[in-house]
């Protein structure tokens, strides 16, 4: 499947192969991230949450990772369909209760059949 | 089913003329945002209510406000649209605004300024 080691804007990749996408985060303080997919012209859409207390969350289809040692956050989506295609964002709790979501750069999946 | 709805979906205003975007929501939760998104960038943040108390981004400029009449509400108010304000503005909401608390998303207006 195909990855990426840093944040890239544009990831693209044949349907059925696995895609890792990648988010670095800024605060060490946060305690909660959110992977959305936004589709075009659409509001940004929940796919899977991992709080600070794990490493590691599976959904269907879908895993985060987390690493707080170098502030890294991915999203593994397996089997990869033309569905997918989208933007998709990492977001972030600053850690401080009564604050919102902070939301990083995105990268566009483009999943050709 | 429960939801976030924005209106309307595209709204086009001349510099210089106030606009209002709307958002009403059913799910009953306590906190709603507002969001900017320009072309091929991450949402940012503008401000959120918590019930009736409103909290500002230290960054959101002035020209940009916000009311919530009620629970279910909300409006953003552009007093004087530049050309720089053309965006996507994003609504969501949370039952809380705890760690932990996923955002539900409305599917935007499409702000054009002429």
Redesign the interface.
């Known amino acids: 499947g195909e990855s990426v080691g840093l944040h890239l804007p544009t990831l693209s990749v044949q349907e059925g192969d696995n895609s890792i996408i990648n988010c670095a985060y800024s605060n060490s303080a946060s305690?909660?991230f959110?992977w959305?997919k936004q589709e075009s012209?659409?509001?940004?859409?929940?796919i899977i949450?991992i709080?600070s207390n794990m490493d590691k969350r599976q959904g269907q289809r879908v895993t985060v990772l987390l690493n707080k040692t170098v502030k890294h956050l991915s999203l593994q989506i397996a089997a990869t369909q033309p569905g997918d295609s989208a933007v998709y964002?990492c977001?972030e709790?600053r850690?401080q209760?009564?604050?919102?979501?902070?939301?990083?750069?995105?990268t566009t999946l483009s999943v050709s059949s | 089913d429960a939801m976030v709805i924005q209106n309307p979906r595209y709204q086009v205003t001349q510099f210089g003329k106030p606009v209002t975007l709307s958002c009403s929501q059913t799910l009953n939760h306590n906190v709603m945002y507002w969001y900017q998104q320009k072309s091929s960038q991450a949402p940012k943040l503008l401000f959120h209510y918590y019930d009736k108390d409103f909290n500002n981004e230290a960054d959101t400029p002035d020209n940009f406000q916000s009311r919530r009449p009620n629970t279910s509400f909300c409006f953003l108010d552009i007093r004087s649209p530049g050309l720089g304000d053309a965006a996507m503005y994003l609504c969501a909401t949370s039952s809380s605004v705890h760690t932990g608390e996923k955002l539900f998303f409305g599917s935007g207006t499409q702000l054009s300024v002429l």
Do not use: E, H, S, V
Not at chain 1, 41 to 46: E, M, N, R
Not at chain 1, 97 to 106: Q, Y
């Open positions: 305690d909660y959110i959305y012209g659409k509001g940004p859409q929940f949450d709080r964002f977001a709790n850690g209760a009564g604050t919102a979501l902070i939301f990083g750069k995105g």
